[in-house]
Nanobody, 113 residues
Framework: QVQLVESGGGLVQPGDSLRLSCAASGFIFSFNAMGWYRQAPGKERELVAYISSNGLTTYADSVKGRFTISRDNAKNTVYLQMNSLKPEGTGVYYC???????WGQGTQVTVSS
């Protein structure tokens, strides 16, 4: 069955870096566009970054220049490198396969001094 398993979250200080990973299984990963989404406390889930099957990327304005999405099709994994983290980056980060829609369980990121 389809699975998306996120990892790499944690508690960091403002300005720190984290790399999130999403390990996919149960489908042909290389054929699929993938995205990272964030849900902050009390807010709607929002797109952070997106990568197409051929590697084209899109970012939310709030993370441009600080976050990088990438994929390793040999490892069936999509990554989100997050640099210069800010407190507003706190939330649960979810991995998503766009079509057909499927979500991972999420990983918590807390940015606090």
């Amino acid at each position: 069955q389809v699975q998306l398993v996120e990892s790499g979250g944690g508690l960091v200080q403002p300005g720190d870096s984290l790399r999130l990973s999403c390990a996919a299984s149960g489908f042909i990963f290389s054929f699929n566009a993938m995205g990272w989404y964030r849900q902050a406390p009390g807010k709607e889930r929002e797109l952070v970054a997106y990568i197409s099957s051929n590697g084209l990327t899109t970012y939310a304005d709030s993370v441009k220049g600080r976050f990088t999405i990438s994929r390793d099709n040999a490892k069936n994994t999509v990554y989100l490198q997050m640099n210069s983290l800010k407190p507003e980056g706190t939330g649960v980060y979810y991995c998503r396969r766009r079509k057909p829609n499927f979500w991972g369980q999420g990983t918590q990121v807390t940015v606090s001094s």
